[in-house]
């Protein structure tokens, strides 16, 4: 076993698949598609590589001649940087069309993993309320709700920035962040005269759900990654239970420091203001993803072509097939996106998945079970699976839209 100060040098070609297997993995690659590419990279710099990709663990056998080793990267389950992801992979890619030997793709991929985060701190707790702001106006809420939810979303992307690099308290983040998110759904129903707590909560609460880990979990098992699909709903499960934990004490707290909340009717809003929710939680993925500001077109698309797909399936033929159709239909356009501009298809694949997966659904089972109302919250969790396979099915069988990538071929350069 390897140390990472142990490993070959990054010009070489199995120092650069190590750095680059770790840069795919730290951007939020699921482990089918990560070890799809680095076998692929590994096989076209001419040595043979087994790479077994886990949410905090990355195993790589080496096979250069007749020489073998075997490293052990020890890493955490990356956030999805939708920018540095795009540009790994372009590196990935430019290297399997010999466009880059390994020492070009190194020095390339050493001045994606050093640059700095896209976006800063404010505009990253901005994309909280953004985002929190579209859901809750897709999920039915009124303007009281919508600024409810926005300001909640505000909040709570100000305890992600003030709590990221401490170690102690992100481990309690989920929790601390759902009780304080609770109790401020009460205070906000209390003082914007509306009673849908549970609105104003899921939807400040939308982005630290596990539904995209659910959904990716599902996948990997769909895709024969046993242990690292286990492994991720496993991770998914307990923060469910972190989260559900400390709304059941925030609730608490509101229910006895605010007292009882009084019904009010709520006020529809206009139909053209669930697309302008849809527009807002568009701009918001941008910057919460790391994206870059001209690619923010490709995002808000994404979302459009996902929710309007999704809604129709739902209103034609039920939740289930509603989610089918919408992983189905981004999936497709990710691909043809990925034929046009010779770009990584999770430019829109991934902000557009985010807006189907059925995380609020298994939100919703947990606080029914933690109100005791087993009936309900079986069913709930039982409709998330479901919808989660949906996705994943869908996702799946959008592959027929892959087509060959054709790219001018360029001389190859000599080290």
Known sequence: MHTEAQWPAAESPSGFVLRLTKALHMYGTPSFDLERTV???????????????????????????????????????????LEKLTLTQEI???????????AQAAKQLAQVTMSPA??????????FGLVSAGVARVFGGDWAEVLSGTLLGFIVGLL?????????????????????????????????????????LVSGLIVLLPGLMITVGLAELATQNLVAGTARLAGAAILFVQMGFGVALGDQLGALLVG?????????????????????????????????????????????????????????????????????TIGGASHIFRFFTHRPNQLMMVPGIILLVPGSMGFQSLTALLDQNIVAGLDTAFRMLLAGISLVIGLLMSSIFILPVQRDKKEKPHD
């Open 39 to 81: 076998n692929a990279v590994a096989e076209k710099l001419g040595f043979g590589l087994e790479c077994f990709s886990l949410p905090t663990m990355i195993t790589l056998s080496l096979y250069e001649s007749e020489k073998h080793a075997t490293y052990v990267i020890r890493v955490d389950p990356g956030d999805i940087n």
């Open 92 to 102: 990935a890619d430019r290297v399997l069309y010999d466009e880059l030997n390994s």
């Open 118 to 127: 896209h976006w800063g701190a404010w505009p990253t707790v901005a994309s």
């Open 160 to 200: 992600a920035v003030l709590i990221a690099g401490r170690r102690i308290l992100s481990h309690l983040f989920p929790t601390i962040t759902s009780a304080l998110a609770a109790f401020f759904s009460y205070l906000f129903a209390r003082f914007f005269g509306h009673d849908a707590v549970y609105i104003t």
């Open 260 to 328: 009882e909340l009084h019904y009010t009717a709520v006020k529809v809003l206009p139909a053209w203001t669930e697309w302008a929710a849809i527009l807002c939680a568009g701009i918001g993925f941008v910057v919460l993803f790391q994206s870059r500001v001209q690619d923010a077109i490709w995002i808000v698309l994404a979302g459009l072509i996902a929710y309007t797909s999704a809604r129709f399936g739902t209103q034609a033929f039920g939740p289930a097939m509603g989610a089918f159709i919408g992983a189905f």
